[in-house]
């Protein structure tokens, strides 16, 4: 009996010291173990440079890559044992992540276009209230005329 497979993201970080010209060697020794640990589905994103929140091995900068594959439960502390040793890479997480159904994005789709028509109905009220301002700032009252007339009025006849 075949056992069930997880879904899964590991994150990694190359050291920043390896240069560009030598990731694919880095990259297709990960592949393997990934291969080697019974990963299937292995898609690869690279994120590129990016400097690190505080020094790892007295590194500023590493390259950052996201693998998302799927393997059985028990092949994963084989997998994170082949990772440890690797010396290119700088820290690596791996999490079981939650693949999304059809169901799961149209809901999230509705709860999107909630939140943007809630933010457009405000914004329009705030437009209007800014207008409405606007317009009671330029209006005088009646009582502000008279007393302005009566002063000049005055002015003038002294």
Same mark, same amino acid.
């Given at each position: 009996?075949?056992?069930?497979?997880?879904?899964?993201?590991?994150? $990694?970080?190359?050291?920043?010291?390896?240069?560009? &010209?030598?990731?694919?060697? #880095? $990259?297709?020794?990960?592949?393997?173990?990934? /291969?080697?640990?019974?990963?299937?589905?292995?898609?690869? #994103?690279?994120?590129?440079?990016?400097?690190?929140?505080?020094? @790892?091995?007295?590194?500023?900068?590493?390259?950052?890559? %996201?693998?998302?594959?799927?393997?059985?439960?028990?092949?994963?502390?084989?997998?994170? /044992? &082949?990772?440890?040793?690797?010396?290119?890479?700088?820290?690596?997480? @791996? #999490?079981?992540?939650?693949?999304? #159904?059809?169901? &799961?994005?149209?809901? *999230? =789709?509705? !709860?999107? /276009?909630?939140? %943007?028509?809630?933010?457009?109905?405000?914004?329009?009220?705030?437009?209007? *209230?800014?207008?409405?301002?606007?317009?009671?700032? =330029?209006?005088?009252?009646?009582?502000?005329?008279?007393?302005?007339? &009566? *002063? %000049? $009025?005055? /002015?003038? !006849? !002294?």
């Amino acid at each position: 009996m075949q056992e069930q497979l997880q879904h899964y993201e590991l994150m $990694l970080i190359v050291s920043g010291a390896i240069t560009e &010209d030598k990731h694919p060697d #880095t $990259l297709e020794q990960i592949r393997k173990n990934l /291969e080697k640990s019974g990963a299937s589905g292995i898609k690869q #994103t690279a994120l590129g440079r990016k400097k690190l929140a505080y020094a @790892i091995k007295n590194l500023k900068h590493g390259f950052y890559f %996201i693998y998302e594959f799927d393997l059985p439960a028990k092949n994963l502390n084989g997998l994170h /044992e &082949d990772l440890r040793l690797n010396a290119r890479i700088l820290r690596f997480l @791996i #999490t079981k992540k939650k693949l999304k #159904t059809a169901e &799961d994005i149209n809901q *999230e =789709n509705k !709860i999107k /276009e909630g939140r %943007i028509k809630a933010q457009l109905k405000k914004e329009a009220e705030e437009v209007a *209230e800014e207008k409405k301002a606007a317009r009671d700032a =330029n209006k005088v009252s009646l009582e502000d005329l008279d007393k302005k007339l &009566d *002063e %000049i $009025l005055e /002015e003038k !006849i !002294i």
